[in-house]
């Protein structure tokens, strides 16, 4: 089962999409980590999750480019991916990417790859197009790719919704 989870900043989204990994069931929880660390407070905002997300039996794997070549550490489980914002901007801007004519393929293979390895998968997304409309050089090609991985995962999504003050509204499928 794919679910993809979409919201704004502190919206809610991660603990609901933790909460249906959670009542996903017994078997190994993964959490998939997308945010390279590129300073200190990455670090340390990494390390601080990392400690939350253990005592709820996660385990994390760290990938920020080319999930299509990720193995999981053990078959089946449910996966948390967290979340496609950065894995977007990673595949768009990073050495290690696929760069702005492989970025959506990438990131579309790499989460059919999980898909079909998992017994449910959890995508974490966000918000887009509600901030503005001046934005920097660039900026522009990465909402664009955010838009195109939103609508093409939310046709293959069993389950859709938006999580606004805390609060699941479903597009698509229902919750459980």
Same mark, same amino acid.
């Not at 089962?1 to 909460?19: C, F, P, R």
């Not at 069931?25 to 670090?43: F, Q």
């Given at each position: ?6 919201? #704004? ?15 996903? #069931?017994?078997?190994?929880?993964? /959490?998939?980590?997308? &945010?390279?660390? &590129?300073? #200190?407070?990455?670090?340390?905002? =990494?390390? @601080?999750? *990392?400690? &939350? ?9 760290? @990938? /920020?480019? #080319? ?11 449910? $996966? ?30 790499? =989460?059919?790859?999980? *898909?079909?390895?998992? +017994?449910?998968?959890?995508? $974490?997304?966000?918000? =887009?197009?509600?901030?503005? +409309? ?13 838009? *195109?991985?939103? *609508? ?17 509204? /479903? ?6």
């Amino acid at each position: 089962m794919l679910t993809l989870v979409i919201g #704004g900043s502190a919206s809610g989204k991660s603990e609901y999409a933790e909460s249906l990994v959670l009542a996903a #069931g017994p078997g190994p929880r993964y /959490y998939l980590a997308t &945010m390279e660390p &590129m300073d #200190g407070e990455c670090h340390a905002r =990494i390390d @601080r999750h *990392r400690l &939350m997300r253990a005592e709820k039996g996660f385990v994390t794997v760290e @990938r /920020y480019t #080319g999930l299509a070549g990720l193995t999981l550490p053990g078959p089946g489980g449910t $996966v948390l991916l967290e979340d496609l914002g950065n894995l977007a901007a990673n595949e768009l801007y990073s050495p290690a990417g696929a760069g702005p004519e492989g970025a959506l393929d990438a990131i579309l293979d790499g =989460i059919e790859h999980l *898909r079909v390895r998992c +017994r449910a998968l959890v995508v $974490v997304s966000n918000e =887009i197009f509600a901030g503005g +409309r001046d934005y920097a050089p660039g900026t522009g090609d990465y909402l664009s790719l955010m838009a *195109r991985a939103h *609508r093409a995962l939310a046709a293959r999504a069993d389950r859709v919704c938006e999580v606004v003050c805390g609060l699941p509204y /479903y597009y698509k499928g229902a919750e459980e």
